[in-house]
């Protein structure tokens, strides 16, 4: 039986509660999702030019082909036309989901993320804003997600997303929402897919809390682009998922908990006057006030 194709995406944004949000959805016993914080099927040109069969296994090895909706999670889906129109290809109706955040809390967690996951080697957030013209000319993904304006400037990508799958394919909601009512927003999701509304998930567990690296050099052999000699030996000898599983195991282990200083006032000011049109614009697209934004 052919494999179901992918029903929902979680695109974004990131650093705004989406692994989150994909583990809620996942609670749903019609649902299969992945395991893995990220679906990189139509990310990483490797696994796309296999097709999506070949990656399908990977990813939802629980699901019962003709009998689960699938629910995947990939932020990139949200920065990365390329990703969109590959994901249309896939299925045209596919349903998108946004979860949005306070732009500059959420550019300001993303920097500090990306210093804790090593991908992030500029000393202060100021002098990473600084770069980001160039970072936005790099066709490296770990450099690509540095771009914190970019990426906090939600109206352009969401209006490639109403573009290519149309608004009404497309449901936004905001971290609030997100904290206010997670069962209202899960219901919302829950009946755009397709599956029973009436299911309530657990929200006691949240994912991807603020930490900072014990040893750099450990993150980045374990998150690096290319094979480790270590990792390479071991890779013919255990399945993905359980490879992902000590992974995410060794990677927790290394990690300390943090609390990211205060952001300078200045920069703050300055960021504020910044985002003001753009989320002038992203309001009128949504017909919902933003103003706690503006501050």
């Given at each position: 039986?052919?494999?179901?194709?992918?029903?929902?995406?979680?695109?974004?944004?990131?650093?705004?509660?989406?692994?989150?949000?994909?583990?809620?959805?996942?609670?749903?016993?019609?649902?299969?999702?992945?395991?893995?914080?990220?679906?990189?099927?139509?990310?990483?040109?490797?696994?796309?030019?296999?097709?999506?069969?070949?990656t399908?296994?990977?990813?939802?090895?629980?699901?019962?082909?003709g009998?689960?909706?699938?629910?995947?999670?990939?932020?990139?889906?949200?920065?990365?036309?390329?990703?969109?129109?590959?994901?249309?290809?896939?299925?045209?109706?596919?349903?998108?989901?946004?979860?949005?955040?306070?732009?500059?809390?959420?550019?300001?967690?993303?920097?500090?993320?990306?210093?804790?996951?090593?991908?992030?080697?500029?000393?202060?957030?100021?002098?990473?804003?600084?770069?980001?013209?160039?970072?936005?000319?790099?066709?490296?993904?770990?450099?690509?997600?540095?771009?914190?304006?970019?990426?906090?400037?939600?109206?352009?990508?969401?209006?490639?997303?109403?573009?290519?799958?149309?608004?009404?394919?497309?449901?936004?909601?905001l971290?609030?929402?997100l904290?206010?009512?997670?069962?209202?927003?899960?219901?919302?999701?829950?009946?755009?897919?397709?599956?029973?509304?009436?299911?309530?998930?657990?929200?006691?567990?949240?994912?991807?809390?603020?930490?900072?690296?014990?040893?750099?050099?450990?993150?980045?052999?374990?998150?690096?682009?290319?094979?480790?000699?270590?990792?390479?030996?071991?890779?013919?000898?255990?399945?993905?998922?359980?490879?992902?599983?000590?992974?995410?195991?060794?990677?927790?282990?290394?990690?300390?908990?943090?609390?990211?200083?205060?952001m300078?006032?200045?920069?703050?000011?300055?960021?504020?006057?910044?985002?003001?049109?753009?989320?002038?614009?992203?309001?009128?697209?949504?017909?919902?006030?933003?103003?706690?934004?503006?501050r």
């Amino acid at each position: 039986m052919k494999n179901p194709p992918i029903r929902l995406m979680v695109a974004g944004a990131h650093k705004a509660g989406t692994t989150s949000l994909k583990d809620y959805l996942g609670q749903h016993p019609d649902i299969a999702t992945h395991d893995q914080t990220e679906y990189c099927g139509f990310l990483a040109d490797v696994q796309y030019a296999k097709g999506y069969d070949a990656t399908f296994r990977q990813y939802f090895p629980e699901a019962s082909p003709g009998h689960s909706t699938i629910i995947a999670k990939c932020i990139e889906v949200m920065y990365q036309p390329k990703m969109v129109q590959r994901l249309y290809e896939h299925n045209p109706d596919c349903r998108i989901v946004l979860l949005l955040r306070h732009p500059i809390d959420r550019a300001y967690s993303a920097y500090w993320y990306l210093r804790c996951k090593a991908w992030e080697e500029s000393p202060s957030f100021e002098q990473a804003l600084a770069e980001e013209p160039e970072r936005l000319r790099s066709n490296n993904i770990r450099v690509f997600s540095g771009a914190y304006l970019n990426r906090s400037t939600y109206y352009k990508h969401l209006a490639n997303l109403y573009n290519t799958f149309g608004e009404h394919r497309v449901q936004v909601f905001l971290v609030d929402d997100l904290k206010k009512d997670p069962a209202a927003v899960c219901r919302k999701i829950f009946e755009a897919a397709g599956v029973d509304g009436a299911f309530t998930p657990s929200f006691e567990r949240r994912s991807n809390a603020a930490a900072l690296s014990r040893s750099v050099e450990l993150t980045k052999m374990m998150t690096s682009d290319n094979d480790h000699f270590l990792r390479a030996m071991i890779r013919p000898f255990l399945p993905s998922k359980l490879r992902y599983t000590i992974r995410k195991a060794l990677l927790s282990l290394n990690e300390k908990p943090f609390t990211p200083p205060p952001m300078k006032p200045e920069t703050r000011q300055r960021l504020i006057e910044y985002f003001l049109p753009h989320n002038g614009a992203l309001s009128s697209m949504l017909d919902r006030p933003l103003h706690s934004w503006n501050r």
